[in-house]
T-cell receptor, first 114, second 113 residues
Framework: KAGVTQTPRYLIKTRGQQVTLSCSPISGHRSVSWYQQTPGQGLQFLFEYFSETQRNKGNFPGRFSGRQFSNSRSEMNVSTLELGDSALYLC?????????????FGEGSRLTVL | QKEVEQNSGPLSVPEGAIASLNCTYSDRVSQSFFWYRQYSGKSPELIMSIYSNGDKEDGRFTAQLNKASQYVSLLIRDSQPSDSATYLCAVRQMRANDYKLSFGAGTTVTVRA
């Protein structure tokens, strides 16, 4: 059974640019959550999608957005990149999200903003 | 106050010893508790979940939950060098329309051979 796939794995952008990250969950999983991980802040919750609907959102500015498609694949977008957006962005899928709490993480997309 | 707090460590233990990791949480309505392990350069993986007060054992791992004290812990018995990793405590709130999973900053464990 394939795991959670995130693309791209590494990317370098400059301030002011935008970036789109993609996540393909485990087959059959309907919930996709996104997290930002930095050495100083740890894992910070961005948002969770379930059946194409955003179910919850963390405390990030509106520059961070996401969506989920009918096949459960999800994308997150960060516009007007800032240096502080440099981080590892982790996607996690779950069979039903809230009820199980068991998240399966992808390997992450490491974003560097110059 | 952070929602989930852990001792950042590093926690260094000799091989074969017991590693004890602690986690406290601020929201009393929290109902689901998890421990994730993250090796350096890798993504987190779930190793334990606990939902009710008391102890839950799985192999060399024991999770302990005390909701009255808002405290959850993880014991690693007979620690092995392969247990060297960062352990993340996660707490899920079950309020209406709020299903986020909040993570602690993690405790880094080093097992000395």
């Amino acid at each position: 059974k394939a795991g959670v796939t995130q693309t791209p794995r590494y990317l370098i952008k400059t301030r002011g640019q935008q970036v789109t990250l993609s996540c393909s969950p485990i087959s059959g999983h309907r919930s996709v959550s996104w997290y930002q991980q930095t050495p100083g802040q740890g894992l910070q919750f961005l948002f969770e999608y379930f059946s194409e609907t955003q179910r919850n959102k963390g405390n990030f500015p509106g520059r961070f957005s996401g969506r989920q498609f009918s096949n459960s694949r999800s994308e997150m977008n960060v516009s007007t990149l800032e240096l502080g957006d440099s981080a590892l962005y982790l996607c996690a899928s779950s069979l039903s999200g809230a009820n199980t709490g068991e998240l399966f993480f992808g390997e992450g997309s490491r974003l560097t903003v110059l | 106050q952070k929602e989930v707090e852990q001792n950042s460590g590093p926690l260094s233990v000799p091989e074969g010893a017991i590693a004890s990791l602690n986690c406290t949480y601020s929201d009393r309505v929290s109902q689901s508790f998890f421990w994730y392990r993250q090796y350096s350069g890798k993504s987190p993986e779930l190793i334990m979940s606990i939902y009710s007060n008391g102890d839950k054992e799985d192999g060399r791992f024991t999770a302990q939950l005390n909701k009255a004290s808002q405290y959850v812990s993880l014991l690693i018995r007979d620690s092995q060098p392969s247990d060297s990793a960062t352990y993340l405590c996660a707490v899920r709130q079950m309020r209406a329309n709020d299903y986020k999973l909040s993570f602690g900053a993690g405790t880094t464990v080093t097992v000395r051979a």
